[in-house]
């Protein structure tokens, strides 16, 4: 209680301090830091504005294989070489001008063994509210990495062997999704097309024939031309295609672009009839360098023709082929890539 002065005036309040009060707390709150970020998987750390490093946690550490103390004031190039750590510094440069967060995926030596991290980065501020340095998280994604590498590679092997069996049942599509694929690569570059596009483009291009191995086989081979109803019949190599694929997640529109590659854009295609901008582009354009390339390839009821005269035709058609698409087609027919493409047939 605060005691009465004899006098009169004001009571006296008393103050009780706690010596090494703030600084046993400070202490306190350090060591839990450390044991939190010396239980964190993540490597974790602070570089100086110079590059070097001014904090690491364990794991970081132990990544690199040296001691907390001993990464204290080296750089990235010291601790990775030259060329990681000219990469790394790109990152570090967008962090400090942009102010913000940056993500990253880095292949990173670690110890002589190739991993793969993905790297958080921000500014990180002093006291004085100043940009004193960056804060890097690195989480180690190698094991996810090699096992989607796995999984991509059992699809391409999956999908290599559907193509072989469609080749092996008809001999005369030997090698044409490898060159549907190159043509209509090259018809998406030069139109511009997403990295997404892309990707669709090849999966499809590789499947696009598979539903022929539901097509009794003597309409592949027939050495006449085949009557409405035998036309109808192969058209529906569409529709088995789509019951085949319809429960894979591609994550891209695959199947709609194989599901689409027969439409037309004036709607006299199949098998829904779709016409102009119903029809994807990818599927427009897998669509017409299919076309171009089972015409200068030999089929059983006629001789193949001429890359010219299959882009005249197209040309004459307009109202089918987006004259846009078959300009570009032109190009990618006349360029080395597609000299080789056409020079291959007959070759596999």
């Known amino acids: 209680m605060p005691s009465e002065p004899s ?20 202490a ?29 946690n364990p794991a970081f550490a132990t ?34 001008e942009r102010g913000g967060t940056v993500t990253s995926e880095e292949k990173v030596y670690l110890q002589s063994n190739l991993h793969y991290l993905q790297l958080t980065k921000a500014p990180f501020t002093g006291a004085d509210a100043e940009v004193a340095g960056i804060v890097t998280v690195g989480r180690d994604v190698t094991d996810l990495v090699e096992a989607l590498a796995r999984k991509d590679k059992a699809v391409q092997q999956t999908i290599a062997a559907l193509v072989l069996a469609v080749e092996l049942r008809d001999p005369y599509l ?24 892309l990707t669709t483009l090849e999966i499809a291009t590789s499947l696009s024939q598979i539903g022929k191995l539901f097509v009794p086989r003597r309409l592949l081979t027939k050495p006449e031309r085949l009557s409405p109803e035998e036309r109808g019949e192969l058209r529906e190599h569409i529709r088995h295609a789509e019951s085949v694929l319809r429960d894979i997640d ?21 098998p829904r009839r779709l016409a102009g901008e119903e029809i994807l582009l990818t599927a427009q ?63 596999g």
Not at 174 to 197: M, N, P, T, Y
Not at 253 to 267: A, C, K, N, S, Y
Request: charged letters at 25%.
């Open 7 to 26: 006098g009169g005036g004001s009571p006296t309040v008393t103050t009780r301090r706690w010596p090494g009060n703030s600084a046993a707390r400070i």
């Open 28 to 56: 306190a709150q350090k060591q839990l830091l450390d044991r939190i970020n010396g239980s964190i998987g993540e490597h974790i750390g602070l570089k100086r504005l110079d590059g070097t490093y001014r904090y690491v």
């Open 63 to 96: 990544a690199v294989g040296r001691s907390v103390e001993e990464i204290d004031g080296l750089d990235d190039t010291a601790l990775f070489g030259q060329g990681t750590a000219t990469r790394l510094k790109l990152s570090d440069d967008l962090a400090l």
């Open 174 to 197: 030997a090698g044409h999704s490898r060159r549907v694929a190159g043509f209509a690569a090259e018809v998406a570059k030069l139109c511009g097309a997403s990295a997404d596009q």
């Open 250 to 270: 591609f994550g891209l529109p695959v199947l709609e672009t194989i599901g689409q590659m027969h439409e037309r854009i004036d709607g006299d295609g199949y």
């Open 285 to 347: 354009i897998l669509g017409l360098c299919d076309w171009f390339c089972a015409r200068v390839e030999p089929r059983a009821h006629r001789p193949s023709v001429a890359p010219e005269e299959a882009l005249a035709i197209l040309e004459r058609n307009e109202q089918r082929y987006a004259p846009a698409l078959v300009a570009k087609l032109r190009q990618a027919a006349g360029s080395v890539m597609g000299e080789k493409l056409v020079a291959a047939i007959g070759h």
